[in-house]
């Protein structure tokens, strides 16, 4: 009897409590004058519930205007937005709902609370005629300008209804973005809302409010939301980490995870607390052995780089892995430059690049594995115990790991030196650690990724992706020691079952000669990037090899992803039943976290949906400068937006197309030719496959009467009279066809993948 009268009673109580907070509210000299009764019970609700499953922040609140019409637009990734914004908007919003809330008498009575209105699809124009009452009457108006949640946690395209509205009523636009709520249990990630498990923990979010906007142009509200939700991401707590943490986690968590599979000679397996083991007992000989600061490493992706880089950071020294191809020269200025003393390597690799290339190894070149060997195999195995025994939180002060990373120095890495002498591009913890967050809501790697790892460690993608964020995420990294080597990836694509190849175009060229259909079974996906994927290639990689071929973009001084295209989301209000992920020939939509804006080359004004300009870009995972070159730096970078000198354009749904390198346009007669695009037209010209796209590239060269010309180099046979006068059939401009021929030997191609634009324009000018 007792235990029925408090059940009975604690209902009760709780009730009678959230009553006297509501009259409390009611009557407090902070209420704002449009709050009615009905609205301030239901914001106390959501101020309940978000005290009690989110760690919230709000930023900007005082951009809300106390008073007078305004349409507020915010990102819509959950069915908890509406919550996070009622609960912490100091002014009453009315919401445009969706009209099957409506048809539930509880959930009709919440919405009559709060006073929405409802849209339905059959009357739409009457939603928007009450809204724009309301907005005369002053008040302000909520809207979700996407129209329904993301399938893919980027923003989607703006349905028309939000512009009417601000064309109709003339209110200025309040742009706010929440961050934190894509995975969560009321979002799409992974599947439908509520078909995963909620996280026991407290979520941690962030609104941020934005200043009012004048020009409601669907472009300006766009940009404002996306630059809104770079600024939000930036407050993450995990972005202020040292890059050691996570990977101590992932160790700790999973220690017995199969982290690393290294094909370079004998196959060599590495779980994840083997290969952190390995990496703190080399620490301690590296306190010893390598006094400076930086400490350069010069290996293949394998065990040895991995742990190289990892034992760089556990001694508290900054790594920096070297493109070895460079050319001696160029290698002697980054050793210079970045005051490197000591290398690590592999004494047979060390003997395998030296009877190729002109290395300058430093006296102090250290053999990565015969250090290992001396430290012994007990005192490896030792670590390896504390790792499987140890949570990371007592691991990481016992082993001298810092709390914070920040803006501290995590990785130097330099540019390829493909317009200039290579540069140091300073990689900070934040940087990295962003970079592989952003990935990770992308969900272009699953979860149970093996993941081909065979770009050079030198290079950003394969540094971050395949090194950084393959162990950090659990997934299994397949190791090859090149590209180049084609028969040893076929074979390790094949025999270790991998799922998930990330690589540039020009390296799957040579992959897809020698590869015959149903020879790749268990390869679902493949990301290219760093390069511009030629015309159709895609295509036909899909019809020969299988899997979905995914176009991406980023670069070395954004840690290197910024956009990339992902599978396809279900969604039952999509044409077909599904969200589109992929636009062919566009290298997806930006990853969370970061803005994009495209300006015009010659005055530095944005341009329109759809209009060619130059890309700049924002986000935590965009570098903070040059190594001890501000001159430099100050070219690139200008409150906080870094101009990647590409020349790109963007759709209304948020899908980015790059066109080329502003370096890989020729102004001609006033007009902006794009070499890629003539190379494209040359290739169909000519019927080469996307395979051998490879034979053929375009360069400027001055011409006294129009500014530039172009130049053919070719590896091939061509007869250049047949060739334009097939570029003419096949309507390309008179001036965008090349009009001189050179025969070369190669395309000249930098280690990277990417062309050698420094030799191709020399070659071009001869």
Same mark, same amino acid.
């Given at each position: 009897?007792?235990?029925?009268?408090?059940?009975?009673?604690?209902?009760?109580?709780?009730?009678?409590?959230?009553?006297?907070?509501?009259?409390?509210?009611?009557?407090?000299?902070?209420?704002?004058?449009?709050?009615?009764?009905?609205?301030?019970?239901?914001?106390?609700?959501?101020?309940?519930?978000?005290?009690?499953?989110?760690?919230?922040?709000?930023? %900007?609140?005082?951009?809300?205007?106390?008073?007078?019409?305004?349409?507020?637009?915010?990102?819509?990734?959950?069915?908890?937005?509406?919550?996070?914004l009622g609960a912490c908007s100091p002014r009453p919003i009315r919401f445009l709902s969706w009209d099957g809330f409506e048809r539930n008498p509880v959930t009709r009575l919440l919405m009559r609370s709060v006073k929405t209105i409802p849209v339905s699809p059959l009357r739409a124009k009457e939603a928007v005629r009450r809204a724009c009452e309301r907005l005369k009457d002053g008040e302000l108006i909520g809207i979700f300008p996407e129209g329904q949640l993301t399938r893919t946690g980027a923003l989607n395209a703006f349905r028309p209804g939000y512009e009417l509205i601000a064309r109709m009523?003339?209110?200025?636009?309040?742009?706010?973005?929440?961050?934190?709520?894509?995975?969560?249990?009321?979002?799409?990630?992974?599947?439908?809302?509520?078909?995963?498990?909620?996280?026991?923990?407290?979520?941690?979010?962030?609104?941020?409010?934005?200043?009012?906007?004048? /020009?409601?142009?669907?472009?300006?509200?766009?940009?404002?939301?996306?630059?809104?939700?770079?600024?939000?991401?930036?407050?993450?707590?995990?972005?202020? +980490?040292?890059?050691?943490?996570?990977?101590?986690?992932?160790?700790?968590r999973h220690p017995g995870h199969l982290a690393i599979i290294d094909r370079a000679s004998a196959r060599? +397996?590495?779980?994840?607390?083997?290969?952190?083991?390995?990496?703190?007992?080399?620490?301690?000989?590296?306190?010893?052995?390598?006094?400076?600061?930086?400490?350069?490493?010069?290996?293949?992706?394998?065990?040895?780089?991995?742990?190289?880089?990892?034992?760089?950071?556990?001694?508290?020294?900054?790594?920096?892995?070297?493109?070895?191809?460079?050319?001696?020269?160029?290698?002697?200025?980054?050793?210079?430059?970045?005051?490197?003393?000591?290398?690590?390597?592999?004494?047979a690799f060390r003997e395998k690049v030296s009877e190729k290339l002109d290395v300058p190894w430093p006296a102090n070149t250290v053999d990565v594995l015969a250090e290992l060997r001396a430290l012994g195999k007990a005192r490896v195995a030792l670590f390896e115990l504390a790792v499987r025994a140890l949570p990371a939180c007592v691991l990481a002060p016992l082993w001298?790991?810092?709390?914070?990373?920040?803006?501290?120095?995590?990785?130097?890495?330099?540019?390829?030196?493909?317009?200039?002498?290579?540069?140091?591009?300073?990689?900070?913890?934040?940087?990295?650690?962003?970079?592989?967050?952003?990935?990770?809501?992308?969900?272009?790697?699953? /979860?149970?990724?093996?993941?081909?790892?065979?770009?050079?460690?030198?290079?950003?993608?394969?540094?971050?992706?395949?090194?950084?964020?393959?162990?950090?995420?659990?997934?299994?990294?397949?190791?090859?020691?090149?590209?180049?080597?084609?028969?040893?990836?076929?074979?390790?694509?094949?025999?270790?079952r991998v799922n998930i190849a990330i690589g540039t175009p020009t390296f799957y060229r040579g992959y897809l000669k020698q590869l015959s259909p149903g020879d790749l079974p268990h390869l679902a996906r493949v990301v290219g990037g760093a390069e511009k994927t030629p015309a159709g290639f895609a295509a036909e990689w899909e019809a020969k090899v299988g899997g979905r071929y995914y176009e991406g973009y980023g670069a070395t001084e954004t840690s290197p992803v910024v956009s990339v295209n992902v599978? /396809?989301?279900? /969604?039952?209000?999509?044409?077909? %039943?599904?969200?589109?992920?992929?636009?062919?020939?566009?290298?997806?939509?930006?990853?969370?976290?970061?803005?994009?804006?495209i300006l015009d080359p010659d005055t530095g004004a944005p341009v329109g949906f759809g209009e060619q300009g130059l890309l700049h870009v924002r986000g935590a995972n965009v570098f903070g400068g040059y190594l001890d070159n501000p001159a430099k730096t100050a070219e690139v970078l200008r409150d906080g937006w870094y101009a990647t000198g590409d020349i790109a354009r963007?759709?209304? +749904? %948020?899908?980015?197309?790059?066109?080329?390198?502003?370096?890989?346009?020729?102004?001609?007669?006033?007009?902006?030719?794009?070499?890629?695009?003539?190379?494209?037209?040359?290739?169909?010209?000519?019927?080469?496959g996307a395979e051998s796209s490879g034979a053929v590239a375009i360069a400027g060269r001055t011409d006294a009467q129009k500014g530039e010309a172009l130049v053919l180099l070719a590896t091939i046979e061509v007869d250049m009279d047949e060739l334009r006068r097939r570029l003419a059939d096949s309507g390309l401009a008179n001036l965008w066809i090349p009009r001189v021929l050179k025969r070369v030997p190669a395309i000249p191609m930098l280690a990277s993948g990417k062309l050698d634009l420094r030799e191709l324009r020399r070659i071009a000018a001869e």
């Open positions: 009897m007792p235990f029925l009268i408090a059940l009975l009673l604690v209902p009760l109580v709780l009730t009678a409590l959230f009553l006297l907070v509501v009259t409390v509210r009611w009557f407090s000299p902070r209420r704002h004058p449009e709050t009615d009764f009905g609205y301030l019970a239901m914001q106390t609700w959501c101020i309940l519930l978000v005290k009690l499953f989110y760690r919230s922040r709000v930023i %900007g609140a005082a951009h809300v205007p106390q008073s007078g019409a305004a349409i507020l637009i915010c990102n819509h990734v959950s069915y908890a937005d509406v919550v996070i009523s003339g209110a200025p636009v309040l742009p706010a973005y929440v961050d934190g709520l894509w995975g969560s249990v009321f979002s799409h990630r992974g599947g439908a809302p509520f078909s995963r498990r909620p996280s026991p923990c407290r979520r941690a979010i962030t609104l941020r409010f934005g200043p009012l906007l004048s /020009d409601t142009s669907l472009m300006k509200a766009r940009g404002a939301l996306l630059e809104l939700g770079a600024e939000a991401f930036e407050q993450r707590a995990e972005l202020g +980490e040292h890059l050691l943490r996570p990977v101590l986690r992932a160790a700790c060599t +397996e590495f779980t994840a607390a083997r290969t952190l083991a390995a990496a703190r007992a080399l620490a301690a000989r590296l306190r010893v052995i390598a006094p400076e600061s930086r400490v350069g490493i010069i290996l293949p992706p394998g065990i040895p780089g991995t742990v190289a880089n990892m034992a760089c950071l556990i001694a508290g020294k900054t790594p920096v892995n070297l493109n070895f191809t460079l050319g001696r020269v160029a290698l002697e200025h980054c050793l210079e430059s970045a005051g490197i003393r000591t290398v690590l390597t592999v004494a001298g790991v810092p709390r914070e990373g920040g803006e501290g120095e995590a990785a130097v890495l330099f540019t390829s030196g493909s317009v200039g002498a290579p540069k140091g591009v300073v990689l900070s913890h934040r940087n990295i650690l962003a970079n592989c967050e952003q990935l990770q809501e992308s969900g272009i790697v699953p /979860d149970d990724a093996r993941l081909l790892s065979n770009l050079p460690i030198f290079h950003s993608f394969g540094y971050t992706v395949t090194l950084w964020f393959a162990y950090t995420r659990g997934v299994t990294a397949v190791c090859t020691p090149s590209p180049l080597d084609v028969s040893r990836t076929i074979a390790a694509l094949r025999e270790e599978p /396809d989301a279900p /969604d039952s209000e999509a044409p077909g %039943g599904v969200r589109v992920g992929v636009k062919p020939g566009s290298v997806g939509r930006l990853f969370p976290g970061m803005a994009a804006r963007m759709d209304e +749904e %948020g899908f980015l197309t790059i066109e080329g390198r502003l370096s890989r346009f020729s102004k001609i007669a006033g007009e902006m030719v794009p070499h890629g695009v003539v190379e494209d037209a040359v290739i169909a010209a000519l019927g080469l």
